[in-house]
């Protein structure tokens, strides 16, 4: 895209002293994309403005007000400036929808928007209601093997996966996968594989799970336009996949480089705090507790600083939590515990997460010789939740060895 960039300011500068002026704002459009893509921000802002003013010129066309917005969300989203996001998609619907009805395709393109920036922000319901309604609308235009289509499902699989709805969310990856397989290769497939090896990944299917990252990884290396950016969340995939491998420096080598390549938009991106995450929970399997909560505490900083609602607040509450249980500190474990589960308990969270929390607070309320009957409440009811899924049963057992140990079963 850095290449197009001088023939879209010829473009721009031709077509404005032509007279064109709905032409010099699409290319004004093109420029503050291709930016932002790169994360040249102040660059892409200043093409924005530029975009604005030649609309406003152009008789303020209603289309091409709607297309500023969409990219200007998209600008929005990249700084991590979600609820800005979300405002400008929302707005970039409406605007299509008054000009063009309610299931044109191109309505389709921005709800697709707004469900990304539902999802980001933890509104997993409106996310998906949006996905869903962009996928009826781009079936109905396109038919069902379009590859738009794959787009939306990979959208709406994503929202199952913060659910924890793996089994779910598998079934709209693959038949992405298979959409897109059918077509020329393109950055939507990589994802997609990249997506699957996560899910596979959770349901702790780690080779398979490994197999999807590196065909992810292999096919981003195909993709002359694809950047490093593209590739982070394949090299965090790895990563874990290889902890669990027991890889352990490996791993943490992978997280290290997808860190310092996601860093590039700023050390308090938002995406940078699942990273960041991921390095705590590595150091603290190894027994590194001081040093896991120090990638904790940063992870939680950015997250409440930019995204306050967001369940990756109350995950990285726990995180620590269980940290400090681990170094023998139920005094501190428990409030951080407390909160994190009544976060998790109102967004109905991953079931998985808030049994992990449910056990830690019961072993911290034990450790404290405080409320004990609601200390084995919890433990009974995390297991219950782990006993739902067929590959918890280590977690089943834990749980049964410890009300043994505390003299009830």
Known sequence: MADAEPNLIEAAVAAETAGQLDVSAKARLSLMFATSEQARFKEATTWARFADVAIRTADNDALLRADHLHNEAGLFYRQGKYDDALKCYRRAVETKEKRLGPNDIRVAVSLAGVGTAWAVVGKYDEALAAFRRAQSIREAALGPLHPDIANSLIGIGNVLFSQGKYDDALIEFRRARSILEGVEINPSLALVLCNIGNTLYQKQSYEDAMRHYEHGAATWAKLKQANAF????????????????????????QHRAALT???????????????????????????KFREALQQYARALR???????????????????????LALLEPERAAPLLERALAMMTKQKSNPVQIAETKFALARCLARLHRDGERALALARQARDIYKVDANRGKNVADIDRWLKQVGTP
């Open 230 to 253: 593209d590739a982070v969340d394949c090299l965090e995939g790895r990563a874990l996949s290889l902890e669990r491998l027991g890889r352990v420096d490996a791993s943490l080598a």
């Open 261 to 287: 390549i996601r860093e590039r938009d700023g050390e308090d991106h938002p995406k940078v705090a699942p990273i960041v995450n991921n390095i705590g929970e590595l150091l603290r399997a190894q027994g």
């Open 302 to 324: 950015i997250w409440e600083t930019k995204t306050p609602g967001h369940p990756f607040v109350a995950i990285a509450l726990s995180n620590i939590g269980l940290t400090h």
